[in-house]
């Protein structure tokens, strides 16, 4: 099992109902909503389709645990995605029975596809308590020095992408996306990295994308006469399924 995380408003749901809005055009990996999940990712993913809006904001307790299926359309390999969700900030809403249920959920992954948003570095000590959470458990359970894979993802980098040639970098070079995304870290966040108990590997992402017009780079999402923030259809999605990808194949390797 995968395990996707993030903050609140990291946009897990968004590159969820992308995801499967998707699906179709990725020609190695059939991305399908597990059973479970099917009717939560449908009436989200109707939302962008039909009303050009984002899902709705996750509150306190509304969240769904959203889990896919990958399957590589060659090998007929599959892995298993699952969301975990912690609305806000830990200490302030969870007890500690579920805290410690949440950190149990992580340790146990194959590993972690950690998303962060640009804008709220203030979540990012709590994250870095939460990593070191996991690897005390794994200590305890005895896991050893095993470095597990974490795909450290920055989301919504379509409003933060100058030109074309930076989106070129990035899409062709995984230094590029290293040296965008942890240079943007707090230095909190960045030491727990930087232990070998990870192996990590740094990834740009944007469900809504972006899209290049006669060498132009345009935006796909668009802000209307109220002030939301709508989506359209004309970008293409960064990274919307190699995070999972890298994570099944470093996994893989190691056992
Ligand atoms: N520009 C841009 N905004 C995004 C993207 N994904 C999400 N957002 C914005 O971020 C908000 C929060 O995303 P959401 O998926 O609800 O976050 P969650 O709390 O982690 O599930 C959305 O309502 C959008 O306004 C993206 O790829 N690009
Ligand atoms: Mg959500």
Redesign the pocket.
């Known amino acids: 099992m995968i395990a996707l995380w993030?903050?609140?408003?990291?946009?897990?749901?968004?590159?969820?109902?992308?995801l499967f809005i998707r699906a179709d055009t990725n020609p190695r990996w059939k991305v399908s909503a597990t059973p479970e999940s099917w009717e939560a990712v449908r009436n989200r993913s109707a939302r962008i389709r039909k009303r050009n809006e984002?899902?709705?904001?996750?509150t306190e307790g509304n969240?769904l645990s959203i889990s896919y299926t990958f399957e590589d359309r060659e090998t007929r390999e599959t892995f298993r995605l699952e969301t975990k969700?912690r609305?806000g900030v830990r200490s302030e809403r969870m007890s500690e029975k579920e805290d410690a249920e949440f950190i149990q959920s992580l340790a146990a992954a194959a590993g972690i596809v950690l998303?962060l948003?640009h804008d709220t570095v203030q979540y990012e000590n709590d994250v870095a308590q939460t990593l070191s959470q996991v690897k005390l458990q794994w200590q305890a359970e005895g896991a050893g020095k095993r470095p597990r894979p974490l795909a450290v993802c920055m989301?919504?980098?379509?409003?933060l992408i100058r030109g074309p040639e930076e989106l070129k970098r990035l899409r062709d070079s995984d230094e590029e996306q290293e040296r965008f995304v942890s240079g943007r870290l707090s230095a909190a966040l960045r030491a727990p990295l930087a232990e070998d108990d990870f192996t990590v590997k740094y990834f740009a992402?944007?469900?809504?994308?972006l899209e290049l017009s006669h060498g132009l780079l345009q935006?796909?999402?668009f802000y209307d006469e109220r002030l939301w923030?709508r989506t359209t259809d004309r970008g293409t999605?960064m990274n919307l399924v190699e995070p999972f990808v890298w994570i099944f194949k470093t996994s893989e390797k190691r056992t």
């Open positions: 993030g903050p609140s408003r990291s946009g897990k749901t968004a590159l969820l109902s992308y984002f899902p709705e904001g996750t969240e969700d609305a998303l948003n989301s919504k980098v379509d409003e992402v944007s469900s809504v994308g935006k796909s999402v923030l999605p």
